[in-house]
């Protein structure tokens, strides 16, 4: 195969694989959205009835510091994707292209 085929297979290869990941995130989220929603309403319940008790300073102790961390995995997850060239932009063209249409 000539280079042009093979840089149009790897276009056309993300392009469909950053739509379906996508959907599947959009998906996914919505449910993880909506479990952490009903959980954080049960635990205030729980602790509003006494049943247990929540330390909630506590827990945001680590969360707090955690940005950092953070930004630069997401900026070593965008260094990756743009060094895998073609494949990589339909991916997060077929990402984004997922996205506005189910927003």
Same mark, same amino acid.
């Given at each position: 195969?000539?280079?042009?085929?093979l840089?149009?297979?790897?276009?056309v290869?993300?392009?469909?694989?950053?739509?379906?990941?996508?959907?599947l995130l959009?998906l996914?989220?919505?449910?993880?959205?909506?479990?952490?929603l009903?959980?954080f309403?049960?635990?205030?319940w729980?602790? !509003?009835?006494?049943?247990?008790i929540v330390?909630? +300073? #506590? &827990? *945001?102790?680590?969360?707090?510091?955690s940005?950092e961390?953070?930004?630069n995995q997401?900026?070593?997850?965008?260094?990756?994707?743009?060094?895998m060239?073609a494949?990589?932009? !339909?991916?997060?063209?077929?990402?984004?292209?997922? +996205? #506005? &249409? *189910?927003?």
């Amino acid at each position: 195969m000539d280079l042009m085929a093979l840089l149009g297979e790897g276009i056309v290869q993300g392009l469909v694989l950053g739509v379906v990941f996508g959907l599947l995130l959009k998906l996914a989220t919505k449910a993880v959205k909506t479990f952490l929603l009903v959980f954080f309403l049960a635990v205030k319940w729980l602790e !509003a009835r006494h049943i247990v008790i929540v330390d909630w +300073h #506590r &827990l *945001t102790n680590g969360v707090l510091g955690s940005e950092e961390l953070v930004i630069n995995q997401a900026t070593e997850l965008v260094e990756s994707l743009i060094e895998m060239g073609a494949f990589g932009a !339909a991916l997060v063209g077929g990402f984004y292209l997922a +996205h #506005r &249409l *189910t927003t």
